[in-house]
T-cell receptor, first 115, second 116 residues
Framework: AQSVTQPDIHITVSEGASLELRCNYSYGATPYLFWYVQSPGQGLQLLLKYFSGDTLVQGIKGFEAEFKRSQSSFNLRKPSVHWSDAAEYFCAVGAFSGGSYIPTFGRGTSLIVHP | DAGVIQSPRHEVTEMGQEVTLRCKPISGHDYLFWYRQTMMRGLELLIYFNNNVPIDDSGMPEDRFSAKMPNASFSTLKIQPSEPRDSAVYFC??????????????FGPGTRLTVL
């Protein structure tokens, strides 16, 4: 069965600093990988996804992620963090089942942004 | 489109009571998912539907939980009887059919359930 590990429960950065959130996955086939963001009191919103092609994918809100098969990683990055980026970030790996990609989510990383 | 709509947004009930959570998916989406989010267990998939038919309910914790989708625009998640350990945020999500972007799920705002 697939699984996702997000090693960092909390990450604190200063506004304007760069950001990298770590994600490691376990999946027997070609992974379908996602990053979602959850703002307080809201549902999850897709930031970006990867299935094939260029291993560096661009997403919304200035985020990007790089797929590294050799490391089973899909880390999320942003060059300059804004205070509005403070949220919970979830990495997920999708397994195709019943006609849809069913994501298994990591436990999430809470991003705290200091002014 | 208004997005995925869930009601109520907050529910407080007493142990033993029946709780019904409601979801309206995005029009035209073929898949509907119910998730539960807790601090202890994170985000768990409970059940999902394709064209109103339950496909996988292996995540439903026990017989006290049931879900239905009587039509393409409405689904319910029912807990009967409710217990304090059911306290969580319950999310509904929907997505398109395979080949039309089935990979992206659109989440509702969630229902925060508190069972006293």
């Amino acid at each position: 069965a697939q699984s996702v590990t997000q090693p960092d429960i909390h990450i604190t950065v200063s506004e304007g600093a760069s950001l990298e959130l770590r994600c490691n996955y376990s999946y027997g086939a070609t992974p379908y990988l996602f990053w979602y963001v959850q703002s307080p009191g809201q549902g999850l919103q897709l930031l970006l996804k990867y299935f094939s092609g260029d291993t560096l994918v661009q997403g919304i809100k200035g985020f990007e992620a790089e797929f590294k098969r050799s490391q089973s990683s899909f880390n999320l990055r942003k060059p300059s963090v804004h205070w509005s980026d403070a949220a919970e970030y979830f990495c997920a790996v999708g397994a195709f089942s019943g006609g849809s990609y069913i994501p298994t989510f990591g436990r999430g990383t809470s991003l705290i942004v200091h002014p | 489109d208004a997005g995925v709509i869930q009601s109520p947004r907050h529910e407080v009930t007493e142990m033993g009571q029946e709780v019904t959570l409601r979801c309206k998916p995005i029009s035209g989406h073929d898949y509907l998912f119910w998730y539960r989010q807790t601090m202890m267990r994170g985000l768990e998939l409970l059940i999902y539907f394709n064209n109103n038919v339950p496909i996988d309910d292996s995540g439903m914790p026990e017989d006290r939980f049931s879900a239905k989708m009587p039509n393409a625009s409405f689904s319910t998640l029912k807990i009967q009887p409710s217990e304090p350990r059911d306290s969580a945020v319950y999310f509904c999500a929907s997505s398109l059919a395979y080949g039309e972007g089935t990979d992206t799920q659109y989440f509702g705002p969630g229902t925060r359930l508190t069972v006293l």
